[in-house]
């Protein structure tokens, strides 16, 4: 078991709890943070664009990495929504036995 934390941004709360809700239920993610309001600053098609978005901080089990990045794009509104993988080298083990308990692998 290799716990990892996946990390996406999108517009609105609605839409964050709407794919929070969904990674969750399909056994994707064990848990998903919203942290409700982040400014983005960001380069696309040429311009500097400034947005409100919410961030997602998704805690899941390595093994099903490529999955939950293939569903996060379908599900997600975004053209090139962000998505970023982050290797957990630590913790209560505890805490990241119950992540790998809650995802179907």
């Not at 716990?3 to 969750?24: D, N, P, Y």
């Not at 399909?26 to 400034?50: D, H, M, Q």
């Not at 569903?71 to 913790?91: A, C, F, Q, S």
């Amino acid at each position: 078991m290799t716990v990892i934390v996946v990390l996406t941004t999108i517009s609105g709360l609605e839409s964050g709890k709407k794919l929070a809700r969904s990674l969750v239920e399909e056994k994707l993610a064990a848990c998903v943070n919203i942290i409700p309001f982040v400014k983005s600053t960001y380069r696309w098609e040429g311009k500097v664009v400034e947005d409100d978005e919410s961030l997602l901080i998704i805690k899941t089990d390595s093994s099903v990495k490529e999955k939950i990045i293939k569903r996060i794009k379908e599900l997600h509104p975004y053209e090139l929504p962000e998505i970023i993988t982050l290797d957990v080298t630590g913790g209560l083990e505890n805490y990241l036995n119950w992540i790998a308990e809650n995802v179907q692998q």
